[in-house]
């Protein structure tokens, strides 16, 4: 360095004395930057200021990538273009040809009316997942103005420095600055298949996530200038939000629906062709039937009931951040979940210490804080600092300085910490698993008790940690003592693991601790008593038995045979048969009982098992892989970076409110308080949204059959056209409204699992369908033989077929109970839904495109439709007994091994 660098070291030095507080960078910014090495110094150590910060802000812009988001005119194109939009335009252009003005408007206003729910819908749904979103924001502990704090990533601007830790998400491109070591998983950004170590000087990647260490860093790039948003810029946004189960049966259901009535629309138009019936009016009237059937509502139904029930999750304190979990949720018939945090409160709570030597309790818990890094917020350390703040004094600290402190290594399995002791002593201090620190000890006998100890304290459910130091140059470490810690379950963590196993949801609990701890909490939670350590679990390890019984036979061979091998050769033999054996033992049929488990035997034990311990991540995708293959829909909580695989593997992965942003990333549902009894209350809502779907597949089925098979055996066998195209697209209007405020409807919550069943609906479907057939063509008979003009024959068979249809939603929203059970229809559903039988009944009464029939024949079709509404009911509720009646003999048939 050169003589000008000191001077001008000296002069900062100067302004910081003259000043008594740290340089006020936002007037001596441009002279410190001059400086070198001393002003990366000074931004190392205090950071940007708010104001450096805001301005480099502006210049660089926020730290995000920015998405592309239709237009309005957008969106409306895509709704303008289609199958069904081109049908409904083609019939409405028909209309506009023959000069049928009444049809032209009423197809018109019921496309606009469809579009317009559908575009409302989607920009509320889209509003509110947005706003959702928000608290999902990523969080970066950046240095500004000499202190740490969170902050929003967005807000980030190269020149900060950020504080990474394990399980971190990298906010943005940065350099390493200071620190031991990171590593790194970029595998999604380069593609590399395992985590790299990174040290200091070494650049890494935004979105890359920190598995192991503790460094701070500089950003350097960000946003749309980072390595990600570059990536991002070449990539064109063009992939499908993934469909659920249920949404691709809906759409299962449209299908077919358009394939039924496509094939009766052809028979019916060539039928009227070979009589002779002009064309163009002939595939007028066609066109509009199959409008009348096609399903035009449903991406608005989809829509409003999805968003209705993420906004219902998000109010009870979760957020959806896949939408189609909301059914999955209702499908979930095991629930994999994590014990810390979500069973417990992961409020970790010092219990009386233990001390060894002369040492106090004081000693202790000091020396545990200074190989502990409050900032770090590390739930196992933050009780430690508690229980001092309460017990002790901040003077014992003060005798103190720390001069260097590495962080937990979850290899190592220990902090420490290099301090001076009253200015001149050294000490090494390490904290951590008890069974690594009392290694470093040399007191034979403190080690035995202390293990014994650490036992005893884990049966009881106590997880400890060791305090140990090493004075200036002693060979061994003292131990200072234990520190017991328990984490108190949630209050209402029972009454809420019963009413889960009471809707049919089996649960198994996940844990790392040792058996002992997870058989402790599993029946105090009344989850079950069939505990099964991980280890049984990993097929790897049977070669272990394998080599043992190689080296036994090897042994005796050697024996019987009288010849002479060494304990090494006979080692390498019994390795060599162990091999051979098991090669050997792949291809035979073992019977039961036997050592090796086929993956069938696997997932048995998996499926009987109540908790698991010494769970490992990979061990929980294992888990959940296994139970998914045996046809379960399985639910998973998780909190770490390590946890996001198995998160994704599940149907439904969840993200404790603990959890990392890597976490929440791969997770369908984040929680956002702690507990199981949001995920209770999320699987109810679910259920109700499930049952809500069905209701409207089940009348949307049926009132197709009802109408478009009514309507197409009238014209093919009694040469008769019970409805006008103007009609058929008034009732299908009619129907629209109704339908779309399903969402909006109270539904049971049912005790079973919900999982889709196409045959059982379309069968109820059916029959309510041929019911209302027979009793339109029941009410056609008895006009045609009274001799009831025509025009008014077709004005009766609209007001049936419209307040028959409207019933229909009471019956079918009930599912296999009786319409006068609970839960009754809610107003938000009931009103537009009687609402539009009463616009029917008065365009039926004041003949608006009709011929008018009068109150009192419409009070005669009510009385009509009620009859048969009650008539339907019963017939609903005795094809549902048929069905289980039919499920209950079949499985009474299949061998008790091969249910599930």
Known sequence: MNILFYKQILFTVFLCTMYGKRIQFEVYTKHIRTLGGCSLYMRYKYGLTEKEAKVLLKKYGYNEIPEKVDTFLGHLLKKLYGPIPLMIE????LSAFLGEWHDFVIISFLFVVNIGVDLLQEHKATTALAALKKKLAKQALVLRDGVYHYIDARYLVPGDIVKLKIGDIVPADVTLTKGPYLQIDQSALTGESLPVDKAVGDSVYGNAIVKLGTMLAEVTATG??????????LVTKAAEEEVSHFERAVRHIAQFLTAFTGILALIVFAVSINRGDPVVETLHFVLV??????????????SVTMAVGAVAISKMKAIVRNISAIEELASIDVLCTDKTGTLTQNIMTVESLITYYDYTEE???????LASSKENNDPIETPIFEYFSTHFTDSYLKTFETQDFTPFDPIKKHTEAHVLRNGHESVAII??????????????AIQKDASDTVLALA???????AVAARYNNDEHFTILGLIPMYDPLHPDSKKIVHAIKNSGVSIKMLTGDNTAIARQIAE????????????????????????ILGSIIAQHLTQ????????????LFGKKVARDVQYQMQNVELQEGFIRQHESDIIQTIERADAFSEVLPEDKYLIIEKLQKNNHIVAMTGDGVNDAPALKKADVGIAVASATEAARAAADLVLLEPGLSVIHKAIRTARMTFERMKGYATFRIAETIRIILFLSLSILVFDFYPLTATMIVILALLNDVPVMMIAYDNAPVTRTVQRWNMREVIIVSIVLGITGVISSFALFYWLTIHAYPLALIQAFLFLKLDVAGHSTLYLTRTGKKHFWHKPYPSLKFFLPAFTTRIIGTLFAVYGIFMEPLGWKYAMYIWLYAFAWWLFNDFAKVYTYKIIEHNKKVKMHHIPTAQRV
Do not use: W
């Open 560 to 571: 019987r045979m009288g010849a002479e091998m060494s304990d090494e050769d006979a080692a």
């Open 459 to 465: 049966e009881k459910g106590y997880r400890t940690l």
């Open 90 to 93: 083609t019939a409405a252009v």
């Open 289 to 302: 039937l199959l409008i009348a059937s096609i399903p035009v509502a449903l991406p608005a139904v989809l």
């Open 431 to 444: 904290k951590g698993a008890p069974q690594v620190v009392l290694q470093h000890t040399g007191d034979v």
């Open 224 to 233: 749309i200038e980072s390595y990600f948003g570059k990536t991002a810029e």
């Open 363 to 369: 000693d202790l818990c000091g020396y545990a804080l």
């Open 524 to 547: 105090k939670l009344s989850i079950g008593t069939k505990i099964i350590d991980t280890n049984e679990l990993r097929v790897g390890d049977a070669y272990r038995e394998y080599e």
